[in-house]
């Protein structure tokens, strides 16, 4: 069988929008309908007739609704193969009359969660009839065509207009493979939300995430790379899940992974004053706090202006004209805001391929959740980072005791470092990053290259010194050795961060005394990798 003419349809849906024109072409092509409950009845507000579920079963809609459409009467004409003899004879046995369409959508259970209902509530919005009814007609898709999207509506309806009341056997494929994954997501949902919400599991024994397709990308990493951006059910508000593109060319996977980086540093600083983050291949490579956004992108790109060059921007203040007119003076991939106020929009649209995005109000950095990493043939979840460390849990460990502009700038560094890949040192000064070292095989390169760059970058601008000299330098991790320290001394800074924890730390304890710096341990590192 391919065509299949419809000559009975099953609607029973919580997302009303397009129902009743829906109903209205089934009815043109004398199609019967039968319905549940609040679906029947914006039918019949919409003057179409319709037949109860209650009418088809014999049995009346029971224990507050949860007990309608689970009935060999419903399912019998939704499972049975029109073609087999010993089906039909069932068929005609048992007074089952076959239903060629199913239009369901499910409880909003995700809605529900969403809201801050209450456990009961959120229990009374898991539907049990309806992914029953959407798996049984997308099993039997040689026969039946299942819906589960209003936005499929259009197509449903071109496809009877077209085709005098039947559908076709490759579209009710599609829209069994739709259904299938409609009612995985939906039981991943709830899956989920007992698991992590109801059972405070962190990592329970089965894992089932669900994400539907946000967007698909311009490319992967690299050009002959597909790629495509998955959104999780329950989205945190304030993050990259939550971006509104206002202009510029199509996003491409490395522009997301390095706004995200981004994004996750400067909600560090949602609640301090205006900060500006310019991120390059997932790292920062400047980032500075100021009395306003322009002063701040300013400091922030004399860190590393080289590097800057076709970075990524995130601020966490709404962008205003002379920011925006700033930020457009080198070339930039991405910029990404909570708001921009008209001034700013207004510059921007200048830049036509400039992709910029508004995010709304920026995440709380310490949220909870996971993070996810495939690796050939598995994946590694963990908690997020989102420790932070204050100045009352910060141990001197050196003779001298560090100053309060010290402990300001050792706090700023180490906010940062968190946010540099392994191995990490920044170096900062009067709230702006004077140096970064990222992704080194070890700790003195890394502390060596953020000098090198410090010092290119005085050069650049004609200062008299490095803005490392007088810094505080963080380390994402303890010194192993005193050698990346000494290459911080070196480098003039006076103050120094560190988690400490290696079985040299006397030594470079030590080191510090001699070179007459100011050491605080955190007890905490910030791998990142």
Known sequence: ?????????????????????????????GVELVSTGGTAKALRDAGLAVKDISDLTGFPEMMDGR??????????????????????????????????????????????VAKGAERDEIIENIDIGGPSMVRSAAKNHAHVAI???????????????????ETGLAFRRRLAAKAFAATAEYDSMIASWFAFVDQGEMFPAKLTVPFRIGQSLRYGENPHQSAALYLPAFAPGGSLADHRQVQGKELSYNNLNDADAALELVSEFRDGPPTVVIVKHANPCGVASGDTLIEAYKAALEC??????????????????????????????????????????????????????????????????????????????????????????LKVMTKRQPTEQELTDCLFAWTVAKHVKSNAIVYAKDGATAGIGAGQMNRRDSARIAAAKAKEAAETYGWEAPRTIGSAVASDAFFPFSDGLLAAVEAGATAVIQPGGSIRDDEVIAAADEAGLAMVFTGMRHFRH
Request: hydrophobic share 45%; glycine share 10%.
């Open 67 to 112: 007990v309608k459409t689970l009935h060999p009467k419903v399912h019998g004409g939704l499972l049975a193969v029109r073609d087999d003899a010993a089906h039909v004879a069932s068929m005609e046995e048992h007074g089952i009359g076959p239903i060629d369409l199913v239009v369901v959508n499910l409880y909003p259970f995700a809605q529900t």
């Open 304 to 393: 590393d202006s080289v590097s800057a060059f076709g970075g990524i921007i995130a601020v966490n203040r709404p962008l205003d004209g002379a920011t925006a007119e700033a930020i457009s003076g080198i070339f930039t991939e991405v910029v990404a805001a909570p708001d921009a106020d008209a001034d700013a929009l207004a510059v921007f649209a200048k830049k036509k391929n400039l992709r910029l995005l508004l995010t709304g109000p920026l995440g709380d950095p310490a949220r909870g959740g996971m993070t996810l990493k495939t690796i050939a043939g598995g994946a590694l979840v963990q908690s997020r980072d989102n420790g932070r460390i204050t100045r009352d849990a």
């Open 147 to 165: 819906v589960t999207d209003p936005a499929d509506y259009a197509e449903l309806i071109a496809a009877l207009d077209d085709n005098g009341g």
């Open 1 to 29: 069988m391919t065509d299949v003419k419809i000559t009975r349809a099953l609607l029973s849906v919580s997302d009303k929008s397009g129902l009743a024109k829906l109903g209205a072409v089934l009815a043109r092509h």
